[in-house]
T-cell receptor, first 113, second 118 residues
Framework: DAKTTQPPSMDCAEGRAANLPCNHS???????VYWYRQIHSQGPQYIIH???NNETNEMASLIITEDRKSSTLILPHATLRDTAVYYC??????????????FGTGTRLQVTL | GAVVSQHPSRVICKSGTSVKIECRSL??????MFWYRQFPKQSLMLMAT?????????EQGVEKDKFLINHASLTLSTLTVTSAHPEDSSFYIC??????????????FGPGTRLTVL
């Protein structure tokens, strides 16, 4: 799997949009960008994934640059409950062997009042 | 999203005993499940990949005789920590791979099991 680079920490005021960047300059053509988050002492929670088009669901939006070398996860209206470590992971899908998720150190997002 | 459960959520045991952790996919079938370990203030580290009906594949450095994995059905995988020692104390998390439906090959994680070995 390609490696990703994320800032170690970010702060965001409650109610504002949180924009979490991720660099994945060595991503391959068949690799998707996945985002997970981990709230303290819980298992990771799936947020969203995409290949090259921007994606939106009830939790967040994912913006992928045209060259696919970077992406941004957007939480449109951050709340205190969004405080967590956010992981950006690239992996291929539907490969013959199980597609492993390799977790880096992620971005620790602190949402404040 | 799909739901994955783990049991127990927390376990304390004496050194030398064995502990079994269960991972279940509740609303989908998972031919592949994964086991991770997470030490305090560190990221998740993959321990092994569990495929239904076959032997697990262990990551380098993980002792397969110490961490026994069984994936007997499409909804259940178990991790047994044999002869546990204090250094095995950690947060163990499983995930299940959902290949069907709208999730299109996404892994969903259980809530984790906190193991403390005294």
């Amino acid at each position: 799997d390609a490696k990703t680079t994320q800032p170690p920490s970010m702060d965001c005021a409650e109610g504002r949009a949180a924009n979490l960047p991720c660099n994945h300059s060595t991503i391959s053509g068949n690799e998707y960008v996945y985002w997970y988050r981990q709230i303290h002492s819980q298992g990771p929670q799936y947020i969203i994934h995409g290949l090259k088009n921007n994606e939106t669901n009830e939790m967040a939006s994912l913006i992928i640059t045209e060259d696919r070398k970077s992406s941004t996860l957007i939480l449109p209206h951050a709340t205190l409950r969004d405080t967590a470590v956010y992981y950006c992971i690239v992996r291929a899908r539907y490969t013959g062997t199980a597609s492993k998720l390799t977790f880096g150190t992620g971005t620790r997002l602190q949402v404040t009042l | 999203g799909a739901v994955v459960s783990q049991h127990p959520s927390r376990v304390i045991c004496k050194s030398g005993t064995s502990v079994k952790i269960e991972c279940r996919s509740l609303d989908f079938q998972a031919t592949t499940m994964f086991w991770y370990r997470q030490f305090p203030k560190q990221s998740l580290m993959l321990m092994a990949t569990s495929n239904e009906g076959s032997k697990a594949t262990y990551e380098q450095g993980v002792e397969k005789d110490k961490f026994l994995i069984n994936h007997a059905s499409l909804t259940l995988s178990t991790l047994t920590v044999t002869s546990a020692h204090p250094e095995d104390s950690s947060f163990y998390i499983c995930s299940a791979r959902d290949l069907g439906g709208r999730s299109t090959d996404t892994q969903y994680f259980g809530p984790g099991t906190r193991l403390t070995v005294l």
